[in-house]
């Protein structure tokens, strides 16, 4: 069976679409706020689950769909930083990014934990002091 055929599920936007719905649905796989998400055995079936619901039989089709739930989690991620490095360039409203990707309105509870917030550095800087001679 050639790669196309076999992974087919994964390239159609309505299954995409349909992907983004089913994650949403078990935050435990995307909400890294959750003290179950880093917990991999709970996941592994929900992943088998949501390859079935695709309609996909093959043995290691929980791991391809998670594989591409992660590439989607990324381009979101991706498409941010675009948007918020538009937005402090200095440029007026017209010109921020404004993404195209069709998956972007199905991702938006992704927010929650992929949205870039201002860094903070907690790295103390040293302060500079002009050596002044002491006159007293």
């Not at 994650?23 to 079936?45: F, G």
């Not at 039989?57 to 381009?75: L, P």
Request: a positive charge.
């Amino acid at each position: 069976m050639n790669r196309s055929k076999k992974n087919s599920f994964h390239y159609r936007k309505d299954h995409q679409i349909l992907l983004c719905q089913l994650v949403e649905q078990r935050p435990i796989l995307w909400d890294a706020t959750l003290d179950s998400y880093r917990r991999a055995n709970l996941k592994k079936p929900l992943w088998n689950e949501i390859a079935r619901i695709l309609g996909s039989v093959q043995e290691n089709a929980g791991d391809q769909v998670s594989q591409r739930s992660k590439t989607i989690k990324e381009t979101y991620s991706e498409n941010n930083r675009k948007v918020n490095d538009s937005k402090r360039s200095g440029c007026g409203t017209e010109d921020v990014y404004k993404p195209k990707w069709f998956l972007r309105p199905h991702v938006q509870f992704l927010k929650k934990v992929c949205d870039m917030g201002e860094s903070v550095c907690n790295i103390p800087h040293p302060t500079i002091q002009s050596h002044v001679p002491d006159n007293s």
